[in-house]
């Protein structure tokens, strides 16, 4: 099955450090622009960051700007998400998609997500 595996997250104090992994299985990210969205409990889907495919130029919505980074490693098929100071609003399950490109509307291979808790 092709989809993304999700791992990294848990529950971490808030001011802490999570590292997010993002695995492709059944296919290769090579071509593909990858974004790692979140949702929270009663609220919609919202796109974090996002790493292109040819260049890696890099992507942050607002409110991770400064906080978070996304990476990829083409050679393992994986994109990261290290994510520093996580504050009380970042808690939600973190998931990753592909698109050819960041500005894309047809995002795929959706995996499980990984759940992210802070604690204040």
């Known amino acids: 099955q092709e989809q993304f595996v999700e791992s990294g997250g848990g529950l971490v104090q808030s001011g802490g450090s999570l590292r997010l992994s993002c695995v492709a299985s059944?296919?290769?990210?090579?071509?593909?622009?990858v974004r790692w969205f979140r949702q929270a409990p009663g609220t919609e889907r919202e796109g974090v960051s996002c790493?292109?495919?040819?260049?890696?130029?890099?992507y942050y919505t607002d409110s991770v700007k400064g906080r978070f980074t996304i990476s990829r490693d083409n050679a393992k098929n994986t994109v990261y998400l290290q994510m520093n100071n996580l504050k009380p609003e970042d808690p939600a399950v973190y998931y990753c998609?592909?698109?050819?490109?960041?500005?894309?509307?047809?995002?795929?291979?959706w995996g499980q997500g990984t759940q992210v808790t802070v604690s204040s």
């Open positions: 790493i292109s495919s040819r260049d890696g130029d890099s």
């Open positions: 059944g296919f290769t990210i090579d071509l593909y622009a």
């Open positions: 998609a592909a698109d050819y490109y960041c500005s894309g509307q047809k995002w795929a291979y």
